[in-house]
């Protein structure tokens, strides 16, 4: 799911490049990952793809244009990096600044939290995301109010992206 670190991060390093290699080694063996966020960003890296700073950061609740795969609706997103894809990839998301999931063989790398709730959220936001939110712009408060808005509805789209990733991409 998400990180704190970049994969790019010389500091996470050591425990990035054994997780890249296990990736790699999933791949080969045809074993199918469903990468959330951190999680896509390390499907890129593994896969020949790269990881970068994001000239513009995305915080809070995005509507995304999709593909069939990938429902439509705004998905919670917190990220300040984003990825090219790898050779073979094929984008299925987008936002206007950054690719958002991507499909390579039986990998589904996204760059959004699909699995958000408002508990995970409130424990984000305790943790010190707040503080980086607000210093970004953004309320914490209202990001909060908006993901207990969309909780029952994003639940059924994050259950129908798993049913897409099982039906479409594992198999």
């Known amino acids: 799911m998400g990180a704190p670190w970049s994969t790019y991060d010389s500091v996470v390093g050591s425990w990035v490049t054994p997780e890249l290699e296990e990736l790699r080694k999933a791949d080969e063996a045809g074993v199918p990952v469903l990468g959330i966020c951190f999680g896509g ?40 990096d984003r990825w ?11 936002s206007p600044s950054a690719s958002q999931a991507f499909v390579l063989r039986r990998n589904l790398a996204l760059q959004f939290h699909p699995e958000l709730t408002p508990a ?14 607000r210093a970004r712009g953004h309320d914490p408060e209202a990001l909060l109010a908006q993901t207990r808005q969309e909780s029952d509805v994003a639940a059924k789209r994050a259950h129908a992206l798993v049913d897409a990733f099982l039906t479409h991409v594992a198999t």
């Open 41 to 80: 960003q390390l499907l890129a890296t593994a896969h020949g793809g790269a990881v970068a700073r994001s000239p513009l950061p995305e915080i809070g609740w995005t509507t995304l244009e999709t593909d069939a795969l990938i429902p439509a609706g705004p998905w919670f997103e917190w990220h300040y």
């Open 84 to 94: 090219t894809l790898p050779p073979g990839a094929v984008e299925v998301a987008r």
């Open 120 to 133: 995970m959220l409130q424990g984000w936001l305790a943790q010190g995301a707040g503080t980086d939110a």
